[in-house]
């Protein structure tokens, strides 16, 4: 298995630094390219929003306290 390629994060899952680079370079130059499908984009966005709104109403629910003063501070 050779460390610092695409194929090795993809095929082999290997999260070592030099195959995360590659990966992360590979995808740069697909964004730049415009080669990134842009529902992608709005479906990764949207699950975002979903994880931020779901966190957001954990802590209401469980920590009203925490929740009083994240609200304080924002106002």
Same mark, same amino acid.
């Given at each position: 298995?050779?460390?610092? /390629?695409? /194929?090795?994060?993809?095929?082999?899952?290997?999260?070592?630094?030099?195959?995360? $680079? +590659?990966?992360?370079?590979?995808?740069?130059?697909?964004?730049? +390219?415009?080669?990134?499908? +842009?529902?992608?984009?709005?479906?990764?966005?949207?699950? /975002?929003?979903?994880?931020?709104?779901? $966190? $957001?109403?954990?802590?209401?629910?469980?920590?009203?306290?925490?929740?009083?003063?994240?609200?304080?501070?924002? /106002?």
């Amino acid at each position: 298995m050779k460390h610092g /390629s695409r /194929s090795t994060y993809v095929h082999y899952k290997c999260r070592c630094e030099e195959c995360r $680079a +590659a990966q992360a370079a590979y995808q740069r130059e697909m964004y730049a +390219a415009g080669k990134v499908n +842009a529902n992608y984009k709005n479906k990764m966005n949207k699950l /975002s929003r979903k994880r931020q709104q779901a $966190a $957001a109403r954990w802590v209401k629910e469980n920590r009203g306290d925490v929740w009083q003063e994240i609200c304080q501070i924002v /106002s």
